[in-house]
Structure formats: C-alpha cells, structure tokens
C-alpha cells in the first residue's frame, strides 16, 4: 500500500483526568436503580465533533445545520456542541434548504427526506423512484427542486413531501447544484451547464464563458454566484440569463461560496479543493487564507461548504473539519491593521494512524508525522512525544505488553517504550455549590501513573534503513518485518538482529502464536517459523497482498488486498475464507466469540467463527486500519485521525455509590458518585413520595467514576428526597 503524508493539524496537550475529590457521606432515601444496556453504539473519537464528511451546511433561525456521508446530519446553536439528528439512511446526504419550518434534504441514490416538526425526518414519496444522486436542493415561496445525475429534476409542490420528475428536458447534462433567486431557478451542471426555469417545471438552458464543470450554483444580494473546476467563479446580475467569469487566481476545484445576503457585500468567501479564498472589499483581489501569508491560516484542506451566519464565515469539510472567521484588528510593528483570523472549531489530530494497541491503562495509536495519540478512555486522545531523532517517521506497526512497547516506521525507525511509574501532580479547579454559596473549588492531587507508552526511547543503532511495517512480541522475543524481506529479532527492544527472507518481498504482517510465527506481504507472501530465525516459506493459495496477520488463540487470521481473509491453525496450511468484500481487509480482531475485522472505505466485518462473515455499519466511510480492544470497547483508527469506538459487551447497571447533602436555606444541594460504563448514559431523578419523580440532569459516563452536583435554588428543605438513575430521555 502506499504511504502518503497528510494534513496535521496543532496537537493539544493531555487533559487531566479529574479525581473524586473529599469526604463523602451516606443519606437515608439513596436509591440506585439499574439501567437498562443499550445497544452497541458507534461513537467518533476522533476527529471531534466528528468525522464525517462534511458537504452542506447552513445557518436558519439560529441553528447552524451540517449534511454529510453516511447519512449523517448534525445540527447546533453554537458552532461547537452538534446533535446528531437522526436521517433514518446511511446513505451520503449532500445538499439542504428550508421552506416554511421543513428542512429538506437530497443525497445519494435519489435520496429526499424531510422534517415534520416533532417527529424528525422522514422520505420523500418520489415519483418514479430513481437511483440517480440528488447533488442540489432549493426552494421558492411555492416550489422545491431537487437535481443530480442523468439531468435528474425533481419538482415538490407540497413541501418536500410528493416529487415528481420533470420530464421533456431539452438537455441531458449532469447536474451539481440548484438554487433560487430574482424569480428564477437557476441549476449548473458538468461541462460549463447552466439552465434557468421560473417554476422548477420549464427550463432553458443558458449560454455559459467556461467548458468546465460547475460544482454549485448560490444566490446571495441579488446576484447569482457558480463555482466549479479549474478555479472558476461565474456571476449573474440578471437572473441567470447571462453570465461573466471573475478571475480568482487559482486553479484548484471550487466547491462552495459564501457572503453576507446583502448588495455587493463584502467579505466574499471561495472554498473548495485545498482551497480558502477571501475578498474583503470589492476592488481587490482573492486572497489565500491558507499558508504562512495569514496571520493565523486555516489548515491546507478540502472544503465543501461554506456559510455566512451575520458574523462570521463558517467553511466545512472532509473528515469534519469546520473553521470559522474572525475579522479583528491587528497591531504589528506599530502599525494597526484590519486582518481575518481562522480558527478551528476543534483541535484534532488528522494525521493518518495506521496501528492501534491497547494496554492495561491505556490505548496507543501511532500513524504519519510520528504522530502517537494516547486514550485512557477510548474517548478522549492527546499526542505524545516521540524523540528529535524520530520526528519525521511515519509510524505504521505497534505491539507491546504490560512491560515493553515497540514502534516501527519508515526508514527503520523503531522505538521502545518501557514500564516505569512516577507521580503526577494534578491540579483542577471547577465551581462548586459550598456552604450555600457558589465557589471555585481546587483540589491538588497526586497520582502514580505508568509511563509506559508516554515516554518512548528511539533505538540507538537503527538496524536497517528500510521501512518497517508489522510489529509482534510473544514470551519475550520480538519480531518486526518490512520492506526487502527484512526480518529484526530482539529480546529486550534494543537491540536487534537483522536477516533477509528468500526473494525479499515487502513484509507487512507478522503474529506469533502457540504453533509459532508467521510473517505476511505483498503478493500473497506467507513465511512460517517455529522460532522467529529459520524461515519457510508457506501457500496461502493467493497472490494478492496478505497486509496483516494476527494469532487469535487458537487460530492465525490473515487479511488484505481485494477483501482477502485467510485462516490456519498452525500457520502452514491455509484455508481461504468468503469475506463479502473487495475492499482491503487491514486488521483482525477477537472480542469475546466474535471476530472484527476492518478495512478500507469504512469496511468493518463480525463473524462467530472466521468462516461466515456479515458487514457492520459504521458511521464513516473512511479507510480504518487498526482494531484494539479494552474493557468491553472496540476501538478502530484510520484515514485522517479517524477513531471510532464501541461498546461491545453488556454493561453492568449504573449505581449511585455515593451521596452528600447541604442544608441550605433556600436551595437544595446534593452531591452523587456514579458508578458506570464509558458511554452509558442516563437521566437522574428525584421524587418525595416515591410516586411522583421529576428529571434532572442527563449523565453521560466518559469514566466508569464521575461525580455530579446538583442544586437546586430557591427550594426549601424537603424531609425526606429519594434519588435514582434512569434511562435517559429520549
């Protein structure tokens, strides 16, 4: 596989974990009722909110609203919080409008859904029913139109509810975006396409300046704005009856533009592939809000959608990258000056991971830019450093124990990290309701915490120059393969032996189990040993690359190219196995009695017995290529900074372990330690009689211990409060 170096963006700091802090009492009326387990739920990890795609957004009443793959809708009033709004699909929702109080949303494989007040999002009725992708949505005070492949327009007359075809089209283009304005649809298209109709339902095409494609056509003060291919920008004063090009200096694809919904307003923003455009008055030029010429750049990325919320901008994109704009005055060299600020509405790590190992306190996952991301949690993930000497290794192979972890990269870059405690000192501050008044309490603790895997060692004399790729320990003896047939030996993590497999192929995988080890590659490669020094090579009936092997206790799994699964029990003789698949099949994984195995678009298959496999949905279609387990939780990184994480076995019931009250004269002050599952959630109640119970704060669990105030002014004492956990609301 190639590797390839993607965007990083800045690495945040760990953030503490809080301690339970002080003296904690009993009360008569303590109830801990369990919950109910749900069912397993796909979580983002990482990159935060989440990772999704994003390919429409918009900003209508004070909500902010995000569209995006695997029909995933997200909406928010502040930029940072999103709510995951459910679409009833999986499939790529790609543009959105509003009429009246319906949204409604278009996407893939003539995908129409809208929202009825109170009862979320349901599908059009589309008459005929059509395969063909909705790329563009837009509504007029009476009509909605819906556009996408094979010249697909569909026309709704209620409200997002009935769509019918419009059919006697005098084109047959592709079309990429709709949009209404000055008493017009206008529709753009592949090849330069633009038509206009009055009423969605009788369209004429219109002369354009360009041949390349038009990827989204908006209307923003009175005036019709296309983008598309090549960097191009067209714009309409008349309706869409007539066009001009506007030089934008740039090549790149545009996707999106954005301004202000006002006559010739100002700033005006472009944005699309590796591309942020900004014009800030209207006789200058368009400037790159990328790279070192901006004071605080956005990061160098693909950018679909883009909106004016009254403010600021707000540009969105691939893997859930959205910033915002800040327009400040700036004061350099004495001089002061009106610039724009872009800012990040996350700080997530985005480089590629590539291995992921999880170890009694904590996950690792190591990928490009010697990016290693650590989780104590599975939930929440802060870099770690890696040596000067290691800084610009790609790391693609990780393994350890409870004693020792080896890393190995590019250019032979290995590392070890080793089991070693030290105190921590731990400061946090939150406000908290004491003596029945508001304060800010601090509690300092200190807390012994195992290095292992925060302090890394790079390996003093380097074996090899070349890549290396797969990375396994058994009793002791490492084992790590890569490019070249190389094979690296070692006892202790330092130092190691180096040997050359027979014909040297590209080495990628390599486990060891009770019959011995296996070694995997390109073009089918499979090499047996019983003690990691004499190697034999072995059939696995394909040529096909075997990317990952692993031993699952009492059996090896290989997987890779073209949706290859393999099984043996000895590691000599193979059996090929049906995974479903073409993707590439990247890592296996055993949880209990069942087998996970992930891949490449997203691809993650559960079997009960490595032979009959079935698909999982997940909630991306990015490449992940590391599986690792803890605590009942199913971690997968990938493309991008991807992390995802699942619980995969029952949780215990939720209890409250702890309680103290604070008599106060007008409120009510009650303190709960909460005993839980990462990821549970649940609602807390509170009732006199035992009959009649209101509901209060909504937990969620990011630690099997949390801690919870609740206060409650301008209540008197009650003589007796009973407390529980519930399922949360819905």
Same mark, same amino acid.
């Given at each position: 596989?190639?590797?390839?170096?993607?965007?990083?963006?800045?690495?945040?700091?760990?953030?503490?974990?809080?301690?339970?802090?002080?003296?904690?009492?009993?009360?008569?009326?303590?109830?801990?009722?369990?919950?109910?387990?749900?069912?397993?739920?796909?979580?983002?990890?990482?990159?935060?909110?989440?990772?999704?795609?994003?390919?429409?957004?918009?900003?209508?009443?004070?909500?902010?609203?995000?569209?995006?793959?695997?029909?995933?809708?997200?909406?928010?009033?502040?930029?940072?919080?999103?709510?995951?709004?459910?679409?009833?699909?999986?499939?790529?929702?790609?543009?959105?409008?509003?009429?009246?109080?319906?949204?409604?949303?278009?996407?893939?494989?003539?995908?129409?859904?809208?929202?009825?007040?109170?009862?979320?999002?349901?599908?059009?009725?589309?008459?005929?029913?059509?395969?063909?992708?909705?790329?563009?949505?837009?509504?007029?005070?009476?009509?909605?139109?819906?556009?996408?492949?094979?010249?697909?327009?569909?026309?709704?007359?209620?409200?997002?509810?009935?769509?019918?075809?419009?059919?006697?089209?005098?084109?047959?283009?592709?079309?990429?975006?709709?949009?209404?304005?000055?008493?017009?649809?206008?529709?753009?298209?592949?090849?330069?396409?633009?038509?206009?109709?009055?009423?969605?339902?009788?369209?004429?095409?219109?002369?354009?300046?360009?041949?390349?494609?038009?990827?989204?056509?908006?209307?923003?003060?009175?005036?019709?704005?296309?983008?598309?291919?090549?960097?191009?920008?067209?714009?309409?004063?008349?309706?869409?009856?007539?066009?001009?090009?506007?030089?934008?200096?740039?090549?790149?694809?545009?996707?999106?533009?954005?301004?202000?919904?006002?006559?010739?307003?100002?700033?005006?923003?472009?944005?699309?592939?590796?591309?942020?455009?900004?014009?800030?008055?209207?006789?200058?030029?368009?400037?790159?809000?990328?790279?070192?010429?901006?004071?605080?750049?956005?990061?160098?990325?693909?950018?679909?959608?883009?909106?004016?919320?009254?403010?600021?901008?707000?540009?969105?994109?691939?893997?859930?990258?959205?910033?915002?704009?800040?327009?400040?005055?700036?004061?350099?060299?004495?001089?002061?000056?009106?610039?724009?600020?872009?800012?990040?509405?996350?700080?997530?790590?985005?480089?590629?991971?590539?291995?992921?190992?999880?170890?009694?306190?904590?996950?690792?996952?190591?990928?490009?830019?010697?990016?290693?991301?650590?989780?104590?949690?599975?939930?929440?993930?802060?870099?770690?450093?890696?040596?000067?000497?290691?800084?610009?290794?790609?790391?693609?192979?990780?393994?350890?124990?409870?004693?020792?972890?080896?890393?190995?990269?590019?250019?032979?870059?290995?590392?070890?990290?080793?089991?070693?405690?030290?105190?921590?000192?731990?400061?946090?501050?939150?406000?908290?309701?004491?003596?029945?008044?508001?304060?800010?309490?601090?509690?300092?603790?200190?807390?012994?915490?195992?290095?292992?895997?925060?302090?890394?060692?790079?390996?003093?004399?380097?074996?090899?120059?070349?890549? #290396?790729?797969? +990375?396994?320990?058994?009793? $002791?003896?490492?084992? =790590?393969? *890569?490019?070249? /047939? &190389? !094979? %690296?030996? @070692?006892?202790?993590?330092?130092?190691?032996?180096?040997?050359?497999?027979?014909?040297?192929?590209?080495?990628?995988?390599?486990?060891?189990?009770?019959?011995?080890?296996?070694?995997?590659?390109?073009?089918?490669?499979?090499?047996?040993?019983?003690?990691?020094?004499?190697?034999?090579?072995?059939?696995?009936?394909?040529?096909?690359?075997?990317?990952?092997?692993?031993?699952?206790?009492?059996?090896?799994?290989?997987?890779?190219?073209?949706?290859?699964?393999?099984?043996?029990?000895?590691?000599?003789?193979?059996?090929?196995?049906?995974?479903?698949?073409?993707?590439? #099949?990247?890592? +296996?994984?055993?949880?209990? $009695?069942?087998?996970? =195995?992930? *891949?490449?678009? /997203? &691809? !993650? %298959?559960? @079997?009960?017995?490595?032979?009959?496999?079935?698909?999982?949905?997940?909630?991306?279609?990015?490449?992940?290529?590391?599986?690792?387990?803890?605590?009942?939780?199913?971690?997968?990184?990938?493309?991008?900074?991807?992390?995802?994480?699942?619980?995969?076995?029952?949780?215990?019931?939720?209890?409250?372990?702890?309680?103290?009250?604070?008599?106060?004269?007008?409120?009510?002050?009650?303190?709960?330690?909460?005993?839980?599952?990462?990821?549970?959630?649940?609602?807390?109640?509170?009732?006199?009689?035992?009959?009649?119970?209101?509901?209060?704060?909504?937990?969620?669990?990011?630690?099997?211990?949390?801690?919870?105030?609740?206060?409650?002014?301008?209540?008197?004492?009650?003589?007796?409060?009973?407390?529980?956990?519930?399922?949360?609301?819905?």
């Amino acid at each position: 596989m190639t590797l390839a170096r993607r965007f990083s963006n800045r690495r945040r700091a760990a953030a503490p974990r809080r301690p339970w802090p002080g003296r904690w009492g009993w009360w008569l009326g303590l109830l801990a009722l369990p919950v109910s387990a749900a069912e397993p739920e796909w979580r983002w990890s990482n990159p935060r909110p989440h990772g999704n795609n994003i390919y429409d957004l918009a900003f209508h009443e004070g909500w902010y609203w995000q569209v995006g793959d695997r029909g995933r809708i997200y909406a928010g009033t502040n930029r940072v919080s999103w709510t995951v709004v459910p679409s009833g699909t999986t499939r790529a929702l790609r543009g959105l409008a509003f009429f009246g109080d319906r949204v409604i949303i278009c996407g893939e494989e003539g995908t129409l859904l809208h929202s009825t007040p109170g009862s979320g999002f349901v599908p059009a009725a589309i008459s005929p029913p059509t395969t063909d992708w909705f790329e563009g949505v837009a509504a007029s005070p009476t009509t909605l139109v819906a556009v996408g492949d094979n010249a697909a327009i569909y026309r709704s007359a209620d409200g997002g509810r009935n769509w019918q075809r419009v059919t006697g089209l005098p084109f047959a283009n592709w079309l990429r975006g709709v949009a209404w304005g000055s008493g017009n649809f206008v529709t753009v298209g592949e090849g330069g396409f633009i038509a206009t109709s009055p009423d969605g339902q009788n369209w004429r095409r219109r002369s354009g300046p360009v041949s390349t494609a038009l990827n989204r056509v908006v209307y923003r003060g009175g005036v019709f704005y296309a983008v598309g291919d090549a960097g191009t920008l067209l714009v309409s004063l008349n309706a869409g009856t007539n066009w001009i090009r506007e030089a934008t200096g740039v090549t790149n694809a545009l996707y999106t533009y954005a301004q202000p919904d006002a006559p010739a307003a100002t700033p005006r923003l472009l944005a699309g592939e590796n591309a942020l455009l900004l014009k800030s008055n209207p006789l200058g030029t368009w400037t790159s809000q990328l790279g070192d010429a901006v004071l605080l750049p956005a990061p160098t990325w693909d950018y679909y959608a883009a909106v004016w919320d009254g403010s600021r901008f707000l540009a969105g994109g691939r893997t859930g990258l959205l910033v915002e704009s800040l327009e400040t005055d700036v004061t350099l060299g004495g001089q002061t000056l009106r610039t724009t600020l872009w800012f990040e509405e996350t700080d997530s790590p985005r480089d590629w991971l590539w291995e992921a190992l999880a170890l009694p306190e904590r996950y690792l996952a190591v990928g490009d830019r010697a990016q290693v991301l650590t989780s104590e949690n599975g939930a929440d993930w802060w870099s770690v450093p890696v040596p000067e000497v290691l800084t610009n290794t790609v790391f693609l192979g990780l393994a350890g124990n409870a004693n020792l972890v080896v890393a190995v990269g590019s250019a032979g870059g290995l590392m070890f990290s080793q089991s070693e405690m030290t105190n921590v000192v731990v400061t946090n501050t939150r406000p908290a309701y004491v003596n029945c008044a508001w304060t800010t309490n601090t509690v300092v603790t200190t807390n012994t915490v195992n290095l292992l895997g925060l302090r890394w060692t790079a390996v003093a004399s380097p074996p090899t120059p070349n890549t #290396l790729q797969g +990375v396994a320990e058994r009793a $002791g003896q490492w084992t =790590v393969v *890569g490019d070249v /047939g &190389t !094979v %690296l030996t @070692s006892t202790n993590g330092r130092d190691w032996q180096h040997l050359t497999l027979s014909g040297q192929p590209t080495l990628s995988g390599v486990a060891a189990g009770d019959p011995g080890w296996v070694v995997s590659g390109r073009g089918g490669a499979l090499f047996y040993s019983s003690d990691a020094r004499a190697w034999s090579p072995v059939a696995g009936g394909t040529t096909n690359w075997i990317f990952r092997v692993r031993w699952l206790g009492d059996r090896f799994v290989a997987v890779g190219q073209n949706g290859t699964l393999l099984t043996s029990p000895d590691g000599r003789v193979w059996t090929a196995r049906a995974s479903g698949t073409g993707a590439w #099949l990247t890592d +296996v994984i055993r949880v209990g $009695g069942l087998f996970y =195995v992930c *891949g490449t678009q /997203g &691809t !993650v %298959l559960v @079997s009960s017995n490595t032979v009959e496999w079935a698909p999982v949905e997940v909630p991306t279609g990015k490449s992940l290529y590391g599986l690792a387990h803890r605590n009942g939780q199913l971690v997968a990184v990938g493309v991008e900074g991807v992390i995802l994480r699942a619980p995969l076995e029952p949780a215990a019931p939720l209890l409250i372990t702890g309680y103290e009250h604070e008599n106060c004269p007008d409120a009510r002050v009650d303190r709960f330690r909460l005993r839980g599952a990462m990821d549970r959630r649940a609602s807390l109640e509170s009732s006199e009689d035992l009959q009649t119970w209101r509901r209060h704060n909504g937990i969620e669990f990011a630690y099997d211990e949390i801690e919870v105030e609740l206060v409650r002014t301008n209540l008197p004492p009650a003589p007796f409060e009973y407390f529980r956990l519930a399922p949360p609301a819905p």
